[in-house]
C-alpha cells in the first residue's frame, strides 16, 4: 500500500466536503466534546474536593482513581452496554446504540483523567496558597474555587488529556453506538469499518485527518492557555 | 480609624505547641494592648513564627489560650486581624484581582470591592502595576502587594512574618517605612523578625523568644540598653544562641 | 485578558452540546409508542459483517427509505451476536445467515417467523502460492483435508458469526476433528470477514469468506479465490422480527414493514441488481419457502 494515496485520500476527504463525511467528523467532535464537558463539570469539583478532603481511606480512593486512569475503553463500553441494553436496568431509556450512550461511555473514560490530574495540581496549588487562604477565612471547600480559577491554564493539560483519550478511543464508542451508518458512526469506528473492508488507504485517510482535527483542538488550547498564563503570571 | 469596636486587647496565656513529639512553643504569655510595633525575636526555631500563627488562627494550640477582646478577634462578623507571610503567596493573577479576591473572600459588595482595592494600590505605591500579574512583579513589590491586600481588609492588628528577609535593602527600607506609618495611623503591628538593625529601627517593644520560651518582654529602648538574660545579651551581640 | 466569562461561555457551550445531544437521542425513546413524524421514524436491524462490508445496506436502504420513510440503523456484528442482540431487544430485526442457530432463535420464542430472503456462497480464499495444493478443487472437504494434513496456515473467525458456524460444519464434513488435530496452524482470530481476511493476507494463510465481502475486499495482496462451487459452499440468509411480546418497545409495524419489503417483489430486485465490478452478489430467493 502506498502512503501518499492515503494522504490523498485524506486530503480528498478534507477537500472534497461530503456532507456523509462532515456528519461523521461532526458526530465525533459532539460526542467527545460533551463527554469531555460532562466529566469536567464533575470531575474538576470532585478531583480539587479530594486533593483537600482528609477521610479514611482517601489514598485508597486516589489509587483508584489512578488506576482507572487505564481503564480499557472496551470494559468502559461493555459497562454502558449491560447498563442500556433493554434487558439492563436502564433498558426502558432505549439509550443503547446512540450518540448518547457514546457520550455516557466516553464520560466514563474521562471523569478518571480529569479526577485524577485535579486532584493533583489543585493539592500542589493549596500547598502553594493555603496559609493565605486560611487567613482570608478560605478553609476547606471554600478554597476550592480559588484554586481551580488559578488553576486554570494547568488544568487545560487535563481537559486535553482526556480529549486525547476519548477522541482516540474506539473499543467504547463501538460497542454502546453500534457503528451505525449516518447516526453513531464516528471517526475511530469508520477507520476499524474501512480496515475490516480492506480499504486501508481510505482508514489511513481517516486517521489522519483525525490526527489533524486533535493537533488543531491541542494548537489552540495550548496557544489559548499560553497566552492566558502570561495574563495571569 | 472608624471602628467603635476593639479586638484588643490581646491576651496569650501559657500557650504550648507541639508537632511530631517535639514542644516548639512552651508556654508562652503576652498581652497585646492598642497601638505600637511589636517585634518577636530570637534565633531560628524559636518559635516566632508559630507564635504569630497560632494568634492568628492559623495553628490550633495543644494548650493555653488566645483571648481576644472580641471573640476570635471577629467584630459584626469580620475579623480584624492579618497577616503577611516571609514569602508573600500571590495568586496567579493580576495585583487588583489579587486584592479584589481577598475582600471578596471578606464578603463585601461589588463596589465597597472596587473602591477598596484601588485605594489600596494608590496609597501603597502600586497603582501604575495595578494590571501587571503579581507573580511577575519584584520581590519587593510582591510583598507591598501583600500589605497592601492585607491592609484593605482594615485590620486592627496586622502580623508580619519576617517579611523583609528575603528583600533587598532598598525593598527592605520602603516596606520599614510603610510600616512606620501604619503604625502611626494607630494599626497595632506584631512582627517577627531575626534582624536586630530591623528590630532596633522599627521596635516599641521586644519579645525575646528562645527554644519556644519568652525570654524577655521589655520596651525596645530598655531592652537594647542591657537585655536581662545571657541568651538576649548573646543574641544582640550576634553571638549563636542554641 | 482572558476573563471567567469566556470560559464559562465556552464550558456553557459545551453542556449545551452535550444536553442537545442528549435531548435529541431521548426523543425518538420517548416516540416510540405514538406515529412519529417522517424523518424521525426508524427501527434498528442487527445484521452480520457480510451485509453491512459488502455494501448492500447502503445499496437496500436509501430505497426503503424512499418508498415508507423509516430510517434503518444497522448493527453489523456476527450471527451469533446479533442473534443475542435480538435475545436482549436491542434491535426490532435480526437479518443473519446461519439457519440452524436461527430456527432455534424463533423456536426459543425470541422472534419470527424466520423468512428466507438470499443466499450467497462461501469461497475459499488463500495465497497464490498454494502451499496446500489444492487450487481448482471442488470439493470442500477434499480441500480442508489437504489443509489440515499439510498444516498449512488457516485463518478462522472464531467468532460464533454464519462464517465461523459454516466453517465449522465443513470441518465436519471432512471429518476432521478439530478438536483433537488442531495445532498452530489453525488461528482462531476472534473478529469480523474484513478482518479475518486482513489477517490471512498478513500470514499467507487460508480463510473461508462469503463470496459478497471478497468481492468488496480491497487488500486483497496475494490471495485469491482457491476453491467454490462445492454445494455444501451455499449459503442462505434470513430475516426476522423480534418478538414484540417478550420486548414490548419493538416496533412491530416499521419492523414488519421492512421484512415484508426485502421479501417483496421489489426488495428481492433490489438484492439482485446490486453488483460489484459487474458481479452479482446476493441471489434473492424469498420465493424458495425451503430455504
Given amino acids: ?233 | 480609624m472608624r471602628d467603635t469596636l476593639s479586638v484588643l486587647p490581646l491576651t496569650v496565656t501559657d500557650l504550648v505547641f507541639e508537632a511530631g513529639g517535639r514542644r516548639l512553643v512552651d508556654g508562652i504569655g503576652f498581652t497585646l494592648p492598642q497601638g505600637g510595633l511589636t517585634v518577636l525575636i530570637g534565633p531560628n526555631g524559636s518559635g516566632k513564627s508559630l507564635t504569630l500563627r497560632l494568634c492568628h488562627g492559623l495553628l490550633t494550640p495543644h494548650s493555653g489560650s488566645i483571648s481576644w477582646a472580641a471573640a476570635d478577634g471577629i467584630v459584626s462578623g469580620v475579623k480584624r486581624h492579618a497577616m503577611v507571610f516571609q514569602k508573600p503567596v500571590m495568586l496567579r493573577r493580576s495585583a487588583r484581582a489579587n486584592i479584589l479576591h481577598a475582600l471578596a473572600a471578606f464578603g463585601l459588595s461589588r463596589g465597597e470591592r472596587t473602591a477598596r482595592a484601588a485605594e489600596a494600590l494608590e496609597r501603597f505605591g502600586l497603582a501604575g502595576l495595578a494590571d501587571r500579574p503579581a507573580r511577575l512583579m519584584s520581590g519587593g513589590e510582591q510583598q507591598r502587594l501583600a500589605i497592601a491586600r492585607a491592609w484593605a481588609l482594615r485590620p486592627q492588628v496586622l502580623f508580619l512574618d519576617e517579611p523583609t528577609s528575603q528583600l533587598d535593602p532598598g525593598a527592605t527600607r520602603q516596606i520599614e517605612e510603610m510600616l512606620m506609618a501604619l503604625r502611626g495611623e494607630g494599626m497595632t503591628l506584631v512582627m517577627a523578625t531575626h534582624d536586630m538593625g530591623q528590630a532596633r529601627r522599627l521596635a516599641d517593644r521586644v519579645l525575646f523568644l528562645h527554644r519556644g520560651h519568652l525570654g524577655e518582654d521589655a520596651e525596645a529602648a530598655t531592652f537594647f540598653a542591657g537585655p536581662a538574660s545571657t541568651e538576649a545579651r548573646a543574641f544582640i551581640a550576634g553571638d549563636l544562641v542554641w | 485578558m482572558l476573563t471567567k466569562r469566556h470560559l464559562l461561555g465556552a464550558t456553557t457551550a459545551l453542556l449545551a452540546l452535550g444536553a442537545a445531544a442528549l435531548a435529541q437521542d431521548t426523543r425518538p425513546a420517548a416516540t416510540t409508542a405514538a406515529p412519529a413524524p417522517a424523518g424521525t421514524r426508524f427501527i434498528t436491524v442487527a445484521s452480520t459483517t457480510s451485509t453491512v462490508d459488502s455494501g448492500l445496506f447502503n445499496h437496500l436502504l436509501p430505497l426503503f427509505k424512499a418508498k415508507t420513510g423509516i430510517d434503518v440503523r444497522v448493527i453489523s456484528q456476527g450471527t451469533g451476536q446479533a442473534l443475542d442482540t435480538g435475545r436482549r431487544g436491542d434491535a426490532d430485526v435480526v437479518f443473519v445467515h446461519a439457519r440452524a442457530a436461527e430456527e432455534k432463535f424463533v423456536a426459543d420464542g425470541h422472534g419470527g417467523p424466520r423468512r428466507p430472503v438470499m443466499y450467497n456462497d462461501f469461497v475459499l480464499i488463500g495465497p497464490k502460492s498454494d502451499p496446500a495444493g489444492i487450487k481448482g478443487s471442488r470439493d470442500i472437504a477434499a480441500a480442508l483435508t489437504a489443509i489440515q494434513t499439510k498444516a498449512a496456515p488457516f485463518v478462522s473467525r472464531g467468532d460464533r458469526s454464519g462464517t465461523h458456524q459454516a466453517e465449522l460444519a465443513l470441518w465436519q464434513a471432512a471429518r476432521i476433528d478439530l478438536a483433537a488435530t488442531r495445532g498452530t496452524w489453525y488461528r482462531e482470530i476472534g473478529q469480523g470477514m474484513g478482518a479475518a481476511l486482513n489477517t490471512a493476507g498478513g500470514m499467507n494463510a487460508y480463510v473461508l469468506s462469503d463470496r459478497a465481502t471478497w468481492l468488496s475486499f480491497r487488500n486483497r495482496g496475494d490471495l485469491d479465490i482457491l476453491v467454490e462451487g462445492d454445494r455444501r459452499l451455499f449459503n442462505q440468509y434470513g430475516i426476522m422480527l423480534v418478538n414484540p411480546q417478550r420486548h414490548p418497545h419493538v416496533k412491530q409495524a416499521d419492523g414488519q414493514a421492512f421484512i415484508d419489503w426485502i421479501v417483496s417483489p421489489e426488495g428481492q430486485k433490489a438484492i439482485a441488481d446490486y453488483k460489484i465490478n459487474g458481479q452479482q452478489l446476493f441471489f434473492a430467493n424469498a420465493s424458495d419457502t425451503g430455504a
Fill in chain 1, 1 to 233: 500500500m502506498d502512503i501518499s494515496q492515503s494522504f490523498a485520500a485524506a486530503i480528498g476527504l478534507i477537500l472534497g466536503g461530503d456532507p456523509a463525511f462532515l456528519a461523521i467528523v461532526g458526530l465525533s467532535l459532539t460526542v467527545t466534546l460533551s463527554a469531555v464537558a460532562i466529566a469536567a463539570f464533575i470531575g474538576l469539583p470532585l478531583g480539587a474536593l479530594l486533593a483537600l478532603a482528609r477521610f479514611p481511606g482517601r489514598g485508597a480512593v486516589i489509587v483508584l482513581v489512578n488506576a482507572l486512569m487505564g481503564l480499557p475503553p472496551v470494559v468502559a463500553g461493555l459497562l454502558v452496554f449491560l447498563l442500556l441494553s433493554r434487558s439492563g436496568p436502564l433498558g426502558p431509556l432505549g439509550l443503547l446504540f446512540t450518540p448518547t450512550a457514546m457520550v455516557l461511555a466516553q464520560t466514563l473514560l474521562v471523569l478518571p483523567i480529569v479526577i485524577a490530574i485535579t486532584r493533583q495540581l489543585t493539592e500542589d496549588l493549596h500547598g502553594e496558597y493555603r496559609e493565605h487562604l486560611a487567613s482570608i477565612g478560605l478553609t476547606g471547600r471554600s478554597a476550592i474555587p480559588t484554586l481551580l480559577w488559578d488553576g486554570r491554564f494547568a488544568l487545560a493539560t487535563a481537559i486535553l488529556a482526556g480529549f486525547g483519550r476519548a477522541s482516540a478511543e474506539v473499543g467504547a464508542v463501538l460497542i454502546v453506538g453500534g457503528n451505525i451508518a449516518g447516526y453513531t458512526r464516528t471517526m475511530t469506528t469508520a477507520i476499524a469499518l474501512e480496515t475490516s473492508k480492506g480499504d486501508l488507504p481510505l482508514a489511513l485517510g481517516l486517521g489522519i485527518v483525525l490526527i489533524l482535527l486533535t493537533l488543531a483542538i491541542n494548537a489552540v488550547t495550548y496557544g489559548a492557555s499560553r497566552v492566558g498564563a502570561r495574563f495571569a503570571g
